[in-house]
């Protein structure tokens, strides 16, 4: 079975701060990773994806992500957030067949 | 405009009141799925499709039906509403299941209350 573990449910920053928001999975097999963000009362859009090759991805809005094999971590950063960044994060992991299980979900707060 | 709408948006019911809700997604996407969102519990998937006539339990099927009659079409029945079913809906469709390009791609969301 396949899990994903978001630590923390709500980090706060302030407007040009880096923010780093923590995801750790378990899987057995070999994963593929995801982040989404959704803003308020709109669904769920996908920021950057893992499947293979380099560990360091690159996804919209100046997101990155390094997916960490030993650690079985896929934590989400930006070195400088926005006001308009402010919206709920979940990371995700699918293994082989397997279908999307998600995180719990961060909601990252920017304030001015 | 590639897109998974879903309809309504906002639904306010009586328990035991039937409903549908439906997802449409114009990719022709051969996976669907349901998930619920509540706060502190992120996303749980209730059913998923692997194409038309295929379709199985996700973690938190109770309560509910889907069918999949048509691929572009993946509607979520609920027989006999409950309290407990007050939640956020997301319709999902991807290429399918096994590649490995596969993203999800959600419908905007519907919110139902059930009183």
């Known amino acids: 079975a396949q899990s994903v573990t978001q630590l923390d449910s709500q980090v706060p920053v302030f407007e040009e701060a880096p923010v780093e928001l923590r995801c750790n999975y378990s899987?057995?097999?070999?994963?593929?990773l995801f982040w989404y963000v959704q803003y308020p009362n709109q669904g769920l859009q996908l920021l950057l994806k893992?499947?293979?090759?380099?560990?360091l991805v690159k996804g919209i809005n100046g997101f990155e992500a390094e997916f960490n094999k030993s650690q079985t971590s896929f934590h989400l950063r930006k070195p400088s957030v926005h006001i308009s960044d402010t919206a709920e994060y979940f990371c995700?992991?699918?293994?082989?067949?397997?279908?999307?299980?998600f995180g719990k979900g961060t909601m990252l707060l920017v304030s001015p | 405009e590639a897109q998974v709408t879903q309809n309504p948006r906002y639904l306010i019911t009586v328990t035991g009141k039937k409903l549908t809700v439906t997802c449409s997604q114009n990719?022709?996407?051969?996976?669907m799925s349901w998930y619920r969102q509540d706060p502190g519990l992120g996303l749980r998937q209730i059913y998923y499709?692997?194409?038309?006539?295929?379709?199985d339990k996700g973690d938190v099927p109770e309560g509910y039906k889907v069918s999949r009659k048509e691929k572009r079409n993946f509607p979520l029945i609920l027989e006999s509403p409950s309290p407990n079913q007050t939640s956020l809906y997301f319709c999902?469709?991807?290429?399918?299941?096994?590649?490995?390009?596969?993203?999800?791609?959600f419908g905007q969301g519907t919110r139902l209350t059930v009183v």
């Open positions: 995700a992991v699918r293994s082989g067949y397997s279908t999307l299980t």
């Open positions: 499709s692997m194409n038309v006539e295929v379709t």
């Open positions: 899987s057995s097999v070999s994963v593929y």
């Open positions: 893992y499947l293979s090759g380099s560990t």
């Open positions: 999902a469709s991807s290429l399918k299941s096994g590649a490995v390009n596969t993203e999800a791609f």
């Open positions: 990719m022709n996407h051969e996976y």
